[in-house]
């Protein structure tokens, strides 16, 4: 190939433009249609009614199934995309089926580091077994919305059973994309103590794989003495809801070092959480924190439309621009007003 088209490609269709109905997209997804998966993601990720409704249509035939959704997270440049290609290659020519899902918060349309993942995924671009997502950004705080999971559903649909979520290192989106996934792999690159030490408390406590990436070359000494520093940090860490305790893992996309056995903790991973039926639990647990956003996100819509409470809102603001009131008195005036409209209405 030559240079300047190495990372077009090849097989990329246009896309088609023919809207299929919500039954029709259905059966496409079930045929594992590459490019219908790509037009429900799109429409998974519209904020238009109508779009929402036939994403709604097409889930209501999802089937649950043992799939393995897995976020890979940590600091950009860690070596995530490469490490999703060389995991992901390693299970495409096993036969194993893989989506991956890029959320990408700082750049949903410029395009510009979703070339660079696109580059870095050049073994993957090529596989009938992988689908690859760029940007599965949301509009929600840290590209992490609704929308990344019903696209992981999605994904599960059209015959995906290795879903990969790649979030770029925002604190934020690392933190969220918690609630979507069975496991959280955190890769990090061979580092002093205190680099190693500026990662936030809080997502090493999200990991069930520690992954000291890039450990090859110059860079594998300190990547050993990373793994040791690691280790020490864990014993600070809260013990995991599913009991089990994080690994940690050199490893190197370069090298290949210990992918056999990257491969065999994420398999084991899965195994000992359906076995101690964590993972059960916590998918009915991320389904009904998913439920209750859905539920809250409809109230306050419907909520605001209100004409009462848009002009009680519109003279809270004056009110409190002029500093006869403040914002903590309005939660109590709304609530009365929402109560007395209801009162009237009953
Ligand atoms: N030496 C070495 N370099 C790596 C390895 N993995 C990734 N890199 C390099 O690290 C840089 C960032 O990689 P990338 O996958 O884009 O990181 P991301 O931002 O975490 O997705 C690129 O220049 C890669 O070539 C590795 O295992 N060993
Ligand atoms: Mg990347």
Not at 42 to 47: D, G, K, P
Not at 285 to 294: A, V
Request: net charge neutral.
């Amino acid at each position: 190939m030559s240079n300047q088209n190495k990372n077009i490609n090849p097989n990329f269709k246009k896309a088609n433009r023919i809207k299929l109905n919500a039954e029709d997209l259905t059966k496409k997804l079930l045929e594992g249609n590459k490019m219908q998966l790509s037009h429900a993601l799109s429409l998974a990720e519209s904020l238009r009614s109508e779009d929402r409704k036939i994403i709604a249509k097409v889930l209501s035939n999802y089937k649950k199934r043992k799939t393995k959704r897995i976020a890979v997270t940590g600091p950009p440049g860690a070596g995530k995309s490469t490490l999703i290609d060389s995991i992901g290659n390693h299970l495409a020519t096993q036969g194993k089926k893989i989506a991956i899902l890029t959320i990408d918060p700082s750049s949903p349309q410029s395009g510009g580091s979703i070339l660079g993942d696109k580059t870095r995924m050049e073994q993957l671009i090529n596989q009938e077994n992988v689908y690859i997502r760029p940007s599965a950004s949301g509009t929600e705080a840290g590209g992490v919305s609704a929308a990344t999971m019903e696209c992981i559903l999605l994904s599960e649909m059209a015959g995906y059973e290795y879903v990969i979520v790649e979030t770029v290192g925002v604190g934020q989106s690392e933190v969220a994309v918690s609630d979507l996934v069975d496991m959280y792999m955190l890769v990090v690159q061979p580092g002093s103590g205190d680099e190693l030490q500026g990662i936030k408390r809080g997502i090493m406590e999200l990991a069930d794989l520690f992954l000291i990436n890039k450990a090859d070359g110059d860079k594998l000494e300190l990547a050993k003495m990373s793994a040791k520093a690691i280790d020490a940090s864990k014993s600070l860490l809260h013990p995991k809801a599913h009991g089990l305790k994080p690994q940690t893992l050199l490893y190197s996309s370069e090298t290949l070092l210990n992918i056999d056995k990257l491969t065999a903790a994420i398999d084991q991973f899965f195994i000992d959480i359906i076995d101690n039926q964590f993972y059960e639990k916590n998918r009915n647990s991320q389904m009904s924190l998913w439920l209750t956003r859905e539920i809250n996100k409809s109230i306050i819509e419907t909520v605001e439309d209100i004409p009462q409470i848009k002009e009680l809102k519109s003279s809270l603001q004056n009110q409190i621009n002029n500093s006869e009131a403040f914002p903590i008195e309005a939660g109590g005036i709304i609530k009365q007003a929402i109560e007395d409209i209801f009162k009237k209405s009953s």
